[in-house]
């Protein structure tokens, strides 16, 4: 029986005793501050990036890693005879999963590509537990049904505290972002099906505040909560706050606060914050 092996981005919200754990690799992103290339986990860390972003002359570029990158990767791994999973972050921020599909038709090793329509500690959630399954002996087809169950049953909030980094991205227009700001607006987006959408449109922190409080009783009386994490740019007491409801709220289980990684820290500007969590 030959072993998988997993490989993803590094947008993947895992932290580095699970990488090591479950013998996970990472194919970097890099994002281009003021000129100079920066390669994610390498030459800059997701803790170092806010300073950099905040005192960049414009807003930085991301850039999904090179084909050529994921075919070292995919043939290295194969080397043994083993073959690939490769899980990656949603198609609709980034083009990394296509170029890791061009690789896999490139590589002499077996490769299976799935875009896991998350990213950050949603990404990492389908990640373990394919990870668990393969220590289980399980194969593809069995993991890939699982990877399916847990995308369908997972969730990802994202609080957007100001619109500069929209409007710089060209996400929105710059009247619109300049006019949102003065008025003090917030977003609340959600992730579903891969595609980002606007849940809610406000003034000032009361109406993300009424959101999340419904969320959290969402959480506490529908199914069974596999993994909570909660990503952030420099969040702050938005993130402790919420940090400190959930604890309260799911005692037993480990809540992992991570600061986020450059490619959505680009898109979502500072003090973003993000829960993100699955079920049974």
Same mark, same amino acid.
């Given at each position: ?41 390498? =030459?800059?860390? !997701?803790? /170092?990036?806010?300073?950099? %972003? $905040?005192?960049? &002359?414009?807003?930085?570029?991301? #850039? @999904? ?30 083009? =990394?999963?296509? !170029?890791? /599909?061009?690789?896999?038709? %490139? $590589?002499?090793? &077996?490769?299976?590509?799935?875009? #896991? @329509? ?163």
């Amino acid at each position: 029986m030959s072993k998988i092996k997993i490989v993803t981005d590094s947008s993947a919200g895992l932290t580095e005793d699970e990488i090591k754990k479950y013998d996970i690799t990472i194919v970097p992103l890099s994002v281009m501050i003021d000129g100079t290339i920066y390669v994610e986990r390498e =030459t800059i860390s !997701a803790e /170092e990036f806010p300073d950099m %972003m $905040s005192a960049a &002359k414009s807003l930085p570029k991301t #850039s @999904q890693p090179p084909i050529g990158k994921f075919v070292d990767v995919f043939d290295r791994l194969g080397q043994d005879g083993s073959e690939v999973l490769c899980v990656n972050m949603m198609e609709s921020i980034s083009g =990394t999963v296509h !170029a890791a /599909e061009q690789a896999a038709a %490139m $590589s002499s090793t &077996k490769v299976t590509v799935i875009d #896991s @329509q998350e990213t950050d500690r949603g990404l990492a959630f389908q990640i373990i537990e394919a990870a668990e399954l393969i220590e289980k002996g399980a194969e593809v087809p069995e993991i890939l049904t699982k990877l399916e169950h847990v995308r369908d049953n997972s969730k990802i909030y994202l609080a957007i505290m100001n619109l500069n980094n929209l409007v710089a991205g060209g996400r929105i227009s710059r009247f619109s972002g300049a006019l949102s700001n003065l008025l003090n607006i917030k977003l609340m987006l959600e992730v579903a099906k891969g595609q980002i959408e606007i849940r809610l449109k406000g003034r000032g922190m009361k109406p993300i505040n009424k959101f999340l409080d419904d969320v959290y009783q969402q959480m506490a009386s529908g199914k069974k909560i596999k993994g909570i994490g909660i990503s952030h740019v420099r969040g702050g007491a938005e993130v402790d706050k919420m940090k400190a409801k959930l604890s309260e709220l799911f005692p037993d289980i480990e809540i992992v606060e991570r600061t986020t990684v450059p490619i959505i820290a680009t898109h979502t500007g500072m003090g973003a914050y993000c829960l993100l969590y699955y079920t049974e």
